[in-house]
């Protein structure tokens, strides 16, 4: 994970501090997707790839009550995805975690085997 995880940490280094902005209108979709995530009641969620944490956000907003959980190999983006989660007034619903989405144990990560919903944007 090392050797990638540097390359996107070169990648994102300054670029995050904008990089919500300058995709807004590129990554079309994403918000229809958050809409129709529908997890049950209590449910948990995690997005692959979570940098920023604009999803999680997002999803927080949209499903009071459910649990997020987001995974991205970039040290960089989850500081940024930290910093905008406690913003947003979600760390108490919110877990972050560095891994490879490749090869990652969300028992490890998370504590947990599974989740009720799981997507990726632009990862």
């Avoid at 990554?27 to 209590?42: N, S, V, W, Y």
């Avoid at 891994?99 to 504590?111: K, V």
Wanted: hydrophobic residues 40%.
């Amino acid at each position: 994970m090392s050797d990638h995880g540097g390359l996107m940490d070169g990648v994102y280094r300054y670029q995050r501090h904008i990089y919500d902005l300058t995709r807004k209108y590129y990554l079309l979709g994403r918000d229809g997707l958050i809409a129709d995530l529908a997890p049950p009641p209590d449910g948990t969620v995690l997005e692959i790839g979570c940098g920023t944490g604009r999803n999680l956000i997002a999803v927080g907003k949209a499903w009071p009550g459910t649990r997020l959980h987001g995974i991205d190999i970039s040290a960089a983006m989850l500081e940024t995805a930290r910093a905008g989660v406690a913003r947003a007034g979600l760390a108490d619903r919110v877990t972050l975690a560095q891994g490879d989405a490749c090869a990652f144990d969300p028992q490890a990560l998370f504590g947990r085997a599974g989740f009720d919903r799981v997507f990726i944007s632009y990862a």
